[in-house]
């Protein structure tokens, strides 16, 4: 495992922005898809946005196309999640993940099964209120 520290989580009013960092180290972090997942109380943990290596490929839980939008900064080993138009179902702690394998994966396939990851970061809470 490596370390994965997210930031910028806090509450916002339904329709309001926020932008999660998730800061790594430890590892050739330009060869690695990255991904943030979200888990809300009771329920389970779910895929919420993936990026490819160089940030060409992307893909979305269904529920955020549209509104969220993840990139990565490959010099500074930073990956991003912009949340726009954000919705009380949105409210959920976020989690900055690393898959297991480097190299090309299938987006969908990352986004879909958390097997695939073997580095967590701690989390950031996202409230938002209606």
């Known amino acids: 495992q490596v370390p994965l520290a997210e930031s910028g989580g806090g509450s916002v009013q339904a329709g309001g922005s926020l932008r999660l960092s998730c800061k790594t180290s430890?590892?050739?972090?330009?060869?690695?898809?990255m991904a943030w997942f979200r888990q809300a109380p009771g329920k389970e943990r779910e895929g919420v946005a993936v990026t490819s290596t160089g940030g060409g490929t992307t893909c979305y839980h269904d529920s955020v196309k549209g509104r969220f939008t993840i990139s990565r900064n490959n010099a500074n080993n930073t990956v991003y999640l912009q949340m726009d138009n954000l919705k009380p179902e949105d409210a959920a702690m976020y989690y900055c993940?690393?898959?297991?394998?480097?190299?090309?994966?299938?987006?969908?396939?990352?986004?879909?099964?958390?097997?695939?990851?073997?580095?967590w970061g701690q989390g950031t809470q996202v409230t938002v209120s209606s």
């Open positions: 430890g590892y050739t972090f330009r060869n690695y898809y």
């Open positions: 993940a690393k898959p297991r394998q480097a190299g090309d994966l299938r987006c969908s396939g990352l986004l879909e099964n958390e097997r695939f990851i073997d580095s």
